[in-house]
Nanobody, 122 residues
Framework: VQLQASGGGLVQAGGSLRLSCTAS????????SGWFRQAPGKEREFVAA????????LYADSVKGRFTISRDNAKNTVYLQMDSLKPEDTAVYYC????????????????WGQGTLVTVSS
């Protein structure tokens, strides 16, 4: 499956953004979807994941209560709603797909989008 992320941009602290990741090529509903991010000079980290049906979600502790992951299988799209953004949320955000179980481990994901930059100013 090919993944295309969009929706990044510049926002002030406390603001909101919604990222989208649209899939093509294979049956999107067969894949667990995840969002990861990588800040400058730091390693990639898990943000959120959602099961194939959307019935189960996982979040990193750093975003729990502020970010919401969802999916629309009819539109082959997964979303990441980001509220109460903080400067430390600044990173390139990547969407990913996995044929395995919903996981925080990036190694479980074998399909990756190109990334979209989110910059949060203080």
């Amino acid at each position: 499956v090919q993944l295309q992320a969009s929706g990044g941009g510049l926002v002030q602290a406390g603001g909101s953004l919604r990222l989208s990741c649209t899939a093509s090529g294979r049956t999107f509903s067969n894949y667990v979807s995840g969002w990861f991010r990588q800040a400058p000079g730091k390693e990639r980290e898990f943000v959120a994941a959602i099961s194939r049906t959307g019935g189960s979600t996982l979040y990193a502790d750093s975003v729990k209560g502020r970010f919401t992951i969802s999916r629309d299988n009819a539109k082959n799209t997964v979303y990441l709603q980001m509220d109460s953004l903080k400067p430390e949320d600044t990173a390139v955000y990547y969407c990913a797909g996995s044929r395995l179980l919903t996981s925080r481990d990036g190694n479980a994901y074998d399909n990756w989008g190109q990334g979209t930059l989110v910059t949060v100013s203080s």
